[in-house]
């Protein structure tokens, strides 16, 4: 089993709607999570940090559900530029960031 | 500001040949950290440097990898004897520490023929 495991998609979205993904982690002992975004052939950028009170960022927002080992991220109103690949990331206890392969996200017109 | 900086953006090389990669982090980082991309998958972790530590060298995959960060500053990623299946994206990230979220450079394509 994998360390973060992300449903790869494709997730096909009307613009305008509300979308939302998970992503599960196997080590309860994770101390830290993230959603990063990635662009086609670009590098990650940080999208959020998980709060475990759960947080908002706009349109955006995350949540942290530590008895079921997952985190989940939000988008409302999507717009065509949300379009991109978004990965779920981790810290374990040795600090060490281990990476979901990523959920790809497609709005259409 | 400047950013993560990485060299060459782009690395097209024959099996079998040694090939650097640098990354030239934020100024005031203390952390460094290496990972690289294959197509469609995942960041895959490969070593980690904090300060004047001793690297996290955990995820290499082969010893044919290896990597320095000279005077805490740039870092050079080493590969000796390329293979085919060494080709992906290099990513290089630093952080102020490693409790802060890390910003990434763009990255270097490597293939090998």
């Known amino acids: 089993r994998k360390e973060v495991e992300q449903d790869p998609g494709p997730f096909n979205v009307p613009e305008g709607a509300t979308v939302a993904f998970n992503c599960t982690y196997s080590n309860s002992a994770s101390q830290s999570f993230f959603w990063y975004r990635q662009d086609c052939r670009k590098e990650p950028k940080l999208l959020m940090s998980?709060?475990?009170?759960?947080n908002e960022d706009g349109r955006f927002t995350a949540q942290l559900n530590r008895a079921s080992q997952y985190i989940s991220l939000l988008i409302r109103d999507s717009k065509l530029s949300d379009s991109a690949t978004y990965l779920c990331v981790v810290k374990d206890s040795n600090y060490q960031l281990i990476w979901g392969a990523g959920t790809k996200l497609i709005i259409k017109p | 500001g400047a950013g993560v900086s990485q060299s060459p953006s782009n690395k097209v090389t024959e099996k079998g040949k040694d090939v650097e990669l640098r990354c030239d982090p934020i100024s005031g980082h203390t952390a460094l950290y290496w990972y690289r991309q294959s197509l469609g998958q995942g960041l895959e972790f490969l070593i980690y440097?904090?300060?004047?530590?001793?690297?996290?060298k955990s995820g290499l995959p082969s010893d044919r990898f290896s990597a320095e960060r000279t005077g805490g500053s740039v870092s050079t990623l080493t590969i000796q004897r390329t293979q085919q299946e060494d080709s992906a994206v290099y990513l290089c990230?630093?952080?102020?520490?490693?409790?802060?979220?890390?910003?990434f450079g763009d990255g270097t394509r490597l293939s090998i023929l």
């Open positions: 440097f904090q300060g004047n530590s001793a690297p996290d």
């Open positions: 990230a630093s952080s102020p520490d490693i409790n802060q979220p890390q910003h």
């Open positions: 998980v709060y475990s009170s759960g």
